[in-house]
């Protein structure tokens, strides 16, 4: 059982930045970082897989950079010129192999979840 824990997060005003950082207890996965506003459904924002490849929807390009420490078996999720938009429960997401995918349903292991608020 592979146990994910988010970390980081918080509030902030419309522009600033936040870092949020995932640990998980095991490596060679395919890992993402996906998010729900109240109301919404959960949405895939960025994935990263073992060799380093990303991909990240639309809405965060340019402003969101995600990354990954395999020693440290880590990812983060660095989040610039944020937007009240970009408000919700962050989660993070792994899956053993290779196939990586903003798909939730794919994903076998995920996070408790963290809170990030961003005020106008």
Excluded: H
Excluded at 30 to 39: E, S, T
Excluded at 68 to 81: C, E, P, V, W
């Amino acid at each position: 059982q592979v146990q994910l824990v988010e970390s980081g997060g918080g509030s902030v005003q419309a522009g600033g930045s936040l870092r949020v950082s995932c640990a998980a207890s095991g490596d060679r996965f395919c890992m993402a970082w996906f998010r729900q506003a109240p109301g919404k459904e959960r949405e895939g924002v960025a994935y990263i897989t073992d060799g380093g490849s990303t991909a990240y929807v639309d809405s965060v390009k340019g402003r969101f950079t995600v990354s990954r420490d395999n020693a440290k078996k880590t990812m983060y999720l660095q989040m610039n010129s944020l937007k009240p938009e970009d408000t919700g429960t962050y989660y993070c997401a792994a899956r053993e192999g290779a196939y990586c995918q903003l798909n939730p349903s794919i994903f076998d292991y995920w996070g408790q979840g963290i809170q990030v608020t961003v005020s106008s």
